[in-house]
């Protein structure tokens, strides 16, 4: 913490006629740090733009700037306490420069107030053109006032009340290969609002730099924020769904000291209950009550047996809970909820005993889950097979060897297992849904659901794909328009790591493919409301729709002239429950 404060006695350790001045802009220089760090500097006739609890900043006259793009005029002045200054001031300050975690500001400094009432520079515009993601242009402007005219947020309002934006219309979205810097992309300090992802702004204020971002701190914002949460459509007549959702460790009220990492675990009753609430109400509402979901981080059976039972008081709709302990440190596991419409034959992990090549552990933490099921609401058996799956999660990719081989093998033993049960049975309808933690594309170290899928990208790879499934599956993401593919948000860039595969057998059946929306644009702070739907997870979940069989012809319904004689036709029809 700094000891900085604003005394008019620390005068005599910075007198301003002892010093020669120097100008904003040459302080900030034309580098990521201050060509003065650590000298003591004197600057005179600036103009207050801002104030703050604990400093204000301040900023060259327009008639004095040098110009230069790339040199910032202003910079921030920390007093430790409240400022006895006001915007519009014109003051002289001498102090030490220090870069304060990257931020370039006056320490210990001595304020001396020479007029009042000062006109403010005009605010540097933020746009479509500038910050470019090809360059760090924010850096020249740290400490100046800027304007974003339209902007669009790239993430939902935070714990620490901040979203992140773009000044231009549109989001970031995670591309294919490496990760590269977003240069574009900035924090805006939401002034109290809850701002869902994909909301319009406008905000004007001090530029500063905080925690690895820069961040806007305006004293003018407005936004305007898409409405949340939007629902799947309504199920033809004939049609299923199977969705997956990732319930964002789903702990019950019973502490379990065996669980390393859980820091909801053993909460209590009524929080247990309410979040219980809140996804009966997501299942219900958002994804309209899937015939099949594939759930993850859940903690055990239990949960999902509440769950259901949380669901039935609500719709009167009856799920059934299937899960198997895996061995995650944290104690989450895949599993499903069923609803009456579907018979369960069959339930197995896969690959549950197999080992990491590199060391002998365990090769899933949570193991895939495979369902044998018959849809059985709509006349004759539809039979397919769910595989529900939660793979190894990206965090260490870019330096683990180790965490990049426990992807890259996991993808590969599954890939083998829906090779073999293809091969073994070429007719069966397989569908592998869930949290992947991967990208419909390569990241350019593992291409993990490529490798399931059995398509593998012209992408160098820190480990090469290979080709493991003869016929390929598809994913239904490539339905969607690219603007819809996502569903999470990492530091601003939409990406998509749940998805659905579907084997080439089910192609004819499939008749759509969503997310619905209402978690990861949501902010964090509706995570625990029980007033909304929002936030009941840091996923949005995608949903899948099929057309089954009546008569077990092999022909979609909504083709096919059922023995009744009449066509059945899906737009007429809206889904019961």
């Not at 200054?85 to 003051?91: A, I, M, P, T």
């Not at 961040?215 to 004939?238: M, N, T, Y």
């Not at 683990?400 to 829906?418: N, P």
Request: hydrophobic content about 40%.
């Amino acid at each position: 913490m700094k000891t900085a404060s604003l005394l008019l006695t620390l005068a005599l350790a910075f007198p301003l006629s002892a010093q020669s001045s120097v100008e904003i802009f040459q302080i900030q220089g034309s580098g990521s740090s201050s060509p003065f760090e650590g000298q003591a500097v004197t600057t005179r006739g600036n103009i207050v733009t801002a104030v703050q609890d604990q400093g204000f900043f301040m900023q060259t006259p327009p008639s004095r700037s040098d110009g230069d793009i790339e040199t910032s005029d202003g910079i921030y002045v920390f007093t430790s306490s409240v400022p006895a200054v006001n915007v519009g001031d014109e003051v002289d300050v001498s102090g030490s420069i220090i870069e304060y975690f990257e931020l370039t500001e006056f320490d210990r400094p001595v304020v001396t107030v020479t007029g009042s009432g000062k006109p403010l520079p005009s605010p540097a515009e933020l746009d479509a053109n500038h910050p470019s993601d090809a360059r760090n242009e924010l850096e020249w402007r740290e400490g100046m006032l800027v304007r974003v005219a339209y902007g669009t947020a790239v993430a939902p309002t935070d714990r620490f009340g901040n979203f992140r934006g773009v000044a231009y219309e549109g989001r970031t979205f995670r591309e294919p290969g490496l990760e590269r810097p977003l240069f574009a992309v900035f924090e805006v300090s939401a002034n109290g609002a809850l701002v869902n992802a994909g909301s319009t702004f406008t905000a004007t204020g001090p530029l500063t730099y905080a925690f690895g971002q820069y961040r806007i701190l305006p004293d003018k914002f407005a936004h305007v924020s898409p409405l949340l949460p939007r629902a799947v459509p309504e199920r033809a007549s004939g049609e299923m769904t199977i969705a997956s959702l990732n319930v964002m460790r789903l702990y019950d009220d019973v502490n379990d000291p065996a669980i390393s990492d859980s820091q909801e675990n053993g909460t209590s009753t009524e929080i247990y209950q309410r979040r219980l609430g809140k996804l009966a109400g997501y299942i219900d509402d958002v994804l309209n009550l899937p015939d099949v979901l594939a759930v993850q981080e859940a903690e055990n059976l239990r949960v999902l047996q509440d769950l259901a039972t949380a669901i039935l008081a609500r719709s009167g709709v009856a799920y059934s809970a299937h899960l198997m302990e895996g061995a995650d440190f944290g104690g989450i596991d895949v599993g499903f909820l069923t609803r009456e419409t579907v018979r369960v034959t069959n339930v197995r992990q896969i690959g549950a005993a197999e080992r990491l090549a590199a060391d002998g552990s365990l090769l899933h933490d949570r193991p895939p889950l495979l369902i044998d099921a018959e849809y059985i609401g709509n006349g004759a058996p539809f039979p397919l097979t769910v595989i529900a799956v939660h793979q190894r999660s990206l965090s260490g990719v870019e330096t683990d060897f180790r965490v990049r081989t426990k992807r890259f093998e996991q993808a590969a033993s599954l890939a083998r297992a829906i090779d073999a049960m293809q091969k073994e049975n070429p007719a069966r309808r397989v569908v592998v849904t869930g949290d992947f933690n991967a990208f419909e594309f390569s990241d350019g170290l593992v291409e993990v659901v490529g490798m399931i899928q059995g398509i593998c990208d012209a992408v160098s790879e820190a480990i090469a794909c290979i080709d493991l499934v003869e016929t390929d599956l598809s994913n239904e993401i490539e339905r969607l328009p690219p603007s819809e593919r996502y569903s999470f948000i990492f530091q601003g860039r939409a990406q998509a790591l749940d998805h659905v595969l579907t084997s080439a057998t089910l192609e004819p059946f499939v008749r759509g493919f969503t997310f619905a929306r209402g978690n990861a644009d949501a902010p964090e702070a509706h995570h625990n409301d029980p007033a909304n739907l929002l936030r009941t997870s840091d996923h949005d979940a995608p949903v899948l729709f099929l057309m089954t069989d009546y008569d077990a012809d092999g022909i979609p319904d909504d083709i096919d002239t059922t023995p009744r004689g009449e066509e059945r036709d899906p737009r007429k029809v809206r889904r019961r429950r």
